[in-house]
Every structure is written in structure tokens, then in C-alpha cells.
């Protein structure tokens, strides 16, 4: 059974498209994230949340939104695509807030943007 | 600016030796760090980590040590296995919401 599981796993989109990523855990977890691999390979932290609640927001432009409906699932949106949103983004999740050997990671979703 | 760095984007090591693979910081203010483990077309995995209180763990063939006046980790797999061949990533925290402030990653390559 997948723990983190976000869908697609890749995607190929055209400047300005809105497009949605869909991430969901089955391990229980009450805090969930977004990360982003840019092309420098870091992998940054945008978003957190905990019960659906929002905890951590990184300097991220207005166009990504992240939408929990239950903290099972932590979507995120993306509004008017640009050409250096392509990267590899990753959702996670943990046991409340915890770091380090609680946080699961999905597989990652590719997202080019031409 | 990176708080977070891994000088060496890749290292080769043949199958039996030891692979360090090393990480630094900026931030004093860490106080927790972990190694993850990535393969292609996977999510990262945790591997090891190590509080800022101690300067060394060891799990099996992986062991971190951590010198705060360095401000410097490093991981140390010993002996080396061709399944060790992934891209390894160094990550810090200080506790704020379990938010990760990863490294860039260093590939590893174990040969036969």
C-alpha cells in the first residue's frame, strides 16, 4: 500500500494553464507539506499543514494555493503556469509536527510547463 | 541563500570501501539532522539522523557524525553496496513545525 501518494506523476502543460496536484496519506498523519525540487536540485519547503490548519507558508507567489479538505489530503493549485514553475514537487506527510524520521514522502510529481 | 550545502553533486565508490558523503550548514540554530535516501523516480526516505547533542550515531553499515564548531555532518556507509547507489540528501531543523531545509543532494554511485 502507498503511504503518500500524489497523482499526477507527470505533467506537461502550457504557459498560463491552471493545474492541480492531488496528494493523499493513508498513514494517519496529522501534518502534511509540499516541497518543491527546483532545477539546483534543493529541495525547498512551501507549505504546511496540521489538521487541515496551514502552518507553514514560504515565500511562495500568490498563484499556489494549497487546499487541505481533510488531513488526509493536501491538494495543491496552481494558477497562470510560468516556465520556472517547472520542477519536481513533492508531498509529505508526518505525526504531528514532528521532523525527521517521521516525515514520508510521496513519489513526486513532474511538472513542466512550456 | 542556502543554509544547507553539498559541495560534491556526485561521488563514486567502489563496492566494499567507505562513501563520506559531507554536508554543511550556516544556521547555529539547528538542532536535529537527518540523511535521506532517493532512487529514481522515488520520493526521498529517511535514513539516519542525529541531535545536535551528540556528535556521532551509527545504524548498521550508516553512521553520521556531526562537528558543531565545523558546522559540518557527514555520512559515512561502510562497506559500500551497488544498492547504495542513489542521491543522498542532508536536511536540518530547529524544530519550527517540522519544517526541513535540505542539502542539493550528492549522487552516489557504488560499483561492482
Redesign the interface.
Known sequence: DTA?SQTPKYLVTQMGNDKSIKCEQNLGHD?M?W?KQDS??????MF?Y?NKEL??NETVPNRFSPKSPDKAHLNLHINSLELGDSAVY?C?S?RQ?????T??????SWLTVV | D?QVKQNS?SLSVQEGRISILNCDYTNSMFD?F?WYKKYP??????LI?ISSIKDKNEDGRFTVFLNKSAKHLSLHIVPSQPGDSAVY?C?A?Y???????????TELSVKP
Not at chain 1, 539546483?40 to 519547503?45: E, G, P, Q, R, S
Not at chain 1, 509536527?97 to 524520521?101: E, F, K, P
Not at chain 2, 524544530?95 to 543532494?105: E, P
Open positions: 503518500v501534518t507539506y516541497y539546483k536540485k534543493f529541495l525547498k519547503i504546511s496540521n502552518i507553514i513533492f509529505a508526518s509536527r514532528q521532523v525527521g524520521n516525515i514520508y514522502f510521496g513519489e513526486g | 542556502q553533486p536535529y537527518l523516480a522515488e520520493g526521498p526516505t529517511f539522523s540528501f536536511a531543523s524544530n519550527q513545525g517540522g519544517k526541513l531545509i535540505f542539502g542539493q543532494g
